[in-house]
């Protein structure tokens, strides 16, 4: 893992996996240290906004109850980094110029990779594709 390393945000492809594997979030949590070391995990507040909305499209209660026990798990046990004025420039920037090479990152992807960014953090996904566009960001496979 590279020194320069702080931290770890996890995309929402990994909490996603974790949660269908009917994962508790500390397992989660010894799972991605594992791989990547003893680094802080945190999330971006979208990734909380994209797992309600899971919660939301559940087709059974089951389903339901489960995500929700997992999200509030979540937010009791890592930091969620809010989208700042800072993350938004961060955004707008790398957006800008990566859209003038003729690469568009899809938003939410940029938004989580922007967070991760503004605190000195690599991205932990299984979507290597979308978070390789983003320069300047060390991604992290889970």
């Not at 320069?4 to 996603?16: H, N, R, Y």
């Not at 979030?25 to 899971?54: C, F, Q, Y």
């Not at 798990?73 to 004025?85: A, G, M, W």
């Not at 090479?101 to 922007?114: E, F, H, R, S, Y």
């Amino acid at each position: 893992m590279d020194p320069a390393l702080l931290g770890l945000i996890l995309d929402t492809s990994v909490l996603i996996d974790a949660e269908r594997r009917c994962l508790t979030v500390d397992r989660l949590l010894e799972e991605v240290k594992a791989k990547a070391g003893e680094l802080e995990i945190a999330v971006s507040a979208l990734t909380v906004a994209e797992l309600v909305h899971g919660f939301y499209r559940a087709t059974t209660e089951e389903i339901r109850q489960r995500r929700r026990i997992f999200i509030e798990d979540l937010k009791n046990t890592v930091p969620i980094h809010p989208i700042t004025e800072r993350t938004s420039e961060i955004i707008g920037r790398i957006g800008a110029e990566q859209a003038a090479k003729g690469v568009t990152v899809p938003l939410g992807d940029l938004l989580i990779g922007a967070s991760a960014l503004e605190q000195g953090y690599g991205v932990g996904t299984g979507n290597l594709r979308h978070f390789q566009l983003i320069p300047g960001l060390i991604v992290v496979h889970l």
